[in-house]
């Protein structure tokens, strides 16, 4: 059986009540206002940092597999629920056409295949390739710590630039790519916790 941690079980309550809060002060056009200011500034870094946390380092294709049977299918499988649905919606209560309700439900198939206005969900594609990512930039960079900063930290300057300068990017790479450094803290926590508590409880213990 495997053991919880409460504290990151406190920690993943937290960001979920956040991102709900987030979408609840967002659904009632308060984005102006301090509290949506202070929530998205660093609630999506929570995730995916409790995430890197959890990550596993296995060969590539095995993580590829688990993420996308954890991550991808979850999304596409919900992205197509709400597509089915809005286009029932339109055929049955909004009184559209068969042909404009076709073409709503392969427009929005298309949407959700390339990541495109895919409503919530979005954040589980930016998750995902997020993982890949990160997986990739392990690989190349091995045990060599500072390597794999310096690359997160380019790969998080390039996402930037993306998110700067193009309207569109497919599967939200440049969000995705902007929280590979949110992913690596996460990952380097999970390395030196041991040494941190360690380090902590020798340094109360000789306070005392």
């Not at 609840?24 to 206002?33: A, E, I, P, R």
């Not at 993420?67 to 596409?76: A, D, H, R, T």
């Not at 440049?174 to 340094?203: I, M, P, Q």
Request: one cysteine or more; hydrophobic letters at 55%; proline letters at 1%.
């Amino acid at each position: 059986m495997i053991k919880r941690l409460g504290y990151i079980d406190c920690l993943k309550g937290f960001a979920i009540f956040l991102f709900v809060l987030g979408h609840v002060v967002q659904n009632y056009n308060l984005m102006d206002s301090w509290i949506f200011r202070i929530i998205y500034s660093f609630h999506m870094p929570l995730f995916v940092f409790v995430s890197g946390y959890f990550f596993r380092e296995e060969d590539f294709v095995t993580t590829l597999k688990k993420k996308v049977k954890g991550i991808y299918l979850p999304y596409f499988v919900f992205g197509m629920i709400a597509v089915v649905v809005g286009t029932w919606i339109s055929l049955y209560f909004e009184g559209r056409s068969m042909h404009d309700s076709l073409a709503f439900f392969v427009g929005n198939t298309y949407n959700v295949l390339i990541g495109y206005q895919t409503w919530v969900i979005w954040f589980l594609l930016a998750l995902f390739c997020s993982c890949i990512i990160f997986s990739i930039t392990k690989k190349i960079t091995g045990k060599r710590t500072w390597l794999r900063w310096l690359l997160s930290v380019v790969e998080c300057f390039v996402g930037w630039y993306l998110a700067m300068h193009l309207e569109f990017v497919p599967w939200y790479l440049d969000v995705a790519l902007v929280c590979v450094v949110f992913f690596n803290a996460g990952y380097e926590v999970k390395l030196h916790k041991e040494t941190f508590w360690r380090d902590s409880l020798e340094n109360k213990m000789a306070l005392a």
